[in-house]
Nanobody, 121 residues
Framework: QVQLVESGGGLVQPGGSLRLSCAAS????????MGWYRQAPGKQRELVAE???????TYADSVKGRFAISRDNAKNTVDLQMNTLKPEDTAVYYC???????????????WGQGTQVTVSS
């Protein structure tokens, strides 16, 4: 099992910044991915950003150039720096860890409890 603890959500004005952090513990495979998803009211959960345990990153088109994902493999943490926030970024943000059995199609999927990000004036 893998446990994920998120922090850093809150209320911010449009154009502002927030940093989300997630600490993972438990059995994390050597071959893993860490990332952030979000879910707005009435919408499906969507990928925001993901990073492999190397340096490969993936971003949703809507956040490219504004958000940056990073990880510390020694500490099993993943952060999401969010800049130039927009009202449409408002959502519950979930930390995610994938323990790959066969990359990229077979994996164990783990979720944090979610942290609210609200962008409003």
């Amino acid at each position: 099992q893998v446990q994920l603890v998120e922090s850093g959500g809150g209320l911010v004005q449009p154009g502002g910044s927030l940093r989300l952090s997630c600490a993972a513990s438990g059995r994390i495979f050597n071959n893993n991915g860490m990332g952030w998803y979000r879910q707005a009211p009435g919408k499906q959960r969507e990928l925001v950003a993901e990073i492999s345990n190397g340096v490969t990153t993936t971003y949703a088109d809507s956040v490219k150039g504004r958000f940056a994902i990073s990880r510390d493999n020694a500490k099993n943490t993943v952060d999401l720096q969010m800049n130039t926030l927009k009202p449409e970024d408002t959502a519950v943000y979930y930390c995610n860890v994938k323990n790959y059995i066969v990359f990229p199609t077979a994996f164990y999927n783990y979720w944090g409890q979610g942290t609210q990000v609200t962008v409003s004036s």
